[in-house]
């Protein structure tokens, strides 16, 4: 019953819906506790609940039920550390152990505490390291470790730690490379363009868009004569998309209202992208005008709360004015509600300090969405 419900919750997950995942890891969890509540001392019955705990925090991660993610990502990294306490020549509790510390530290991240973050982080790639020095022909361990270094370079970036994020990236296509120099099949063609594309992504995060389109262009070369294959050919798609998006973020910078003369399908996320920026380099003048523009060009719900967290930002920012910063907190406020309406309903995201300056400067008004969320994220 417990694999049963967790199949289901990854179907939920991959088809890009966290609640419904959330809803069967939680009932795949409960039946793996009452399996282990019956036999104590079993080892599997420990390591199945552990791995259910590991799948729900991240899938409460992804429905921004960050301290219920919290919560349970600690609860499965502290089983998996008992499991590889108990018998440490076990490679599969090693592996077990470094992926719940990655799954826990990206519930870190999203709570704020980005450096307990990264120090777990830290841990999780020291012991994929160990685990690939242990069998340098174990391809698993390879990807484990590629996966590791590409979860450290989209941290760096996050946080403007340019050479880091380069460096971190540029281990990550290495290591990716020598996987597919060991079996050139399709599939490791592709693993390593996509991880070309995500370098690529990295270096537009940190605003090297020359580096970016490089990236995307290795990556192409990877899929290269293979456009009607079903699985090279969706990656030189993407391939296509990302240079442009890669030139609409360059040129959003500049002008946010440049994204327009862009095709349709880059628009939205370059906005976001060219959002994040601006709030990251505290311009908050220009970066409400980009969420503004997040906002009028998306109907996605996600993309929604983008906006209103964008310019909760712009009223917590150092650089605006009292009289400004209050209209800001208006506009997130309003942003949050047209957020509530196109879907969004998630009350753990209203956690960070962004929020915190909203409260303070549009007080009743705030209080009084942040209900509506609380009321529309109960289950019916």
């Not at 989209?154 to 490379?177: C, D, H, P, Q």
Request: charged share 25%.
């Amino acid at each position: 019953l417990g694999r049963g419900l967790e199949r289901l919750g990854d179907t939920a997950r991959a088809a890009g819906n966290p609640a419904a995942a959330v809803s069967a890891y939680a009932e795949s969890v409960k039946a793996r506790e009452a399996v282990a509540g019956h036999d104590g001392a079993s080892a599997s019955a420990k390591r199945d609940l552990a791995l259910g705990l590991h799948k729900l925090a991240g899938a409460q991660a992804a429905a921004n039920q960050r301290g219920r993610a919290e919560v349970t990502a600690t609860r499965a990294t502290e089983l998996f550390v008992q499991l590889a306490e108990q018998d440490p020549d076990s490679g599969q509790a090693q592996r077990d152990l470094a992926q719940a510390y990655g799954e826990w530290g990206g519930v870190l991240r999203d709570a704020g505490f980005h450096t307990g973050a990264l120090l777990v982080w830290q841990s999780a790639l020291s012991r994929c390291e160990a685990l690939t020095k242990r069998d340098t022909g174990n391809v698993q361990a390879l990807e484990d470790e590629a996966t590791a270094w590409e979860r450290l370079a989209t941290f760096f970036a996050a946080r403007g730690g340019t050479e880091r994020a380069l460096e971190a990236a540029r281990k990550s296509v290495e290591l990716w490379t020598a996987i597919g120099t060991t079996a050139r099949t399709k599939s490791d063609r592709r693993r390593l363009a996509l991880a070309m594309v995500k370098c690529g992504d990295i270096t537009a995060e940190v605003r090297q868009f020359d580096a970016a389109r490089d990236w995307y262009t290795k990556a192409a070369r990877e899929a290269d004569g293979a456009a009607n294959d079903p699985l090279l050919g969706p990656v030189l798609k993407r391939v296509a998309e990302q240079q442009q998006y890669a030139s609409a973020v360059e040129a959003g910078l500049k002008n946010p209202r440049a994204v327009l003369a862009f095709p349709e399908a880059v628009r939205v996320p370059a906005l976001r992208l060219v959002t994040t920026l601006e709030v990251r380099a505290d311009r908050p003048t220009v970066a409400a005008v980009a969420a503004g523009m997040l906002a009028e060009h998306s109907k996605a719900a996600a993309d929604q709360f983008a906006a209103a967290r964008a310019l909760a930002s712009c009223a917590a920012s150092l650089r605006a004015a009292p009289g400004t910063k209050a209209r800001y907190a208006t506009d997130a406020v309003a942003q949050l509600r047209a957020a509530l309406a196109a879907g969004f309903k998630e009350p753990d995201a209203l956690t960070g300090p962004e929020w915190d300056a909203v409260r303070k400067l549009a007080g009743p008004e705030f209080d009084a969405v942040a209900e509506e969320l609380a009321k529309a994220a109960q289950p019916k």
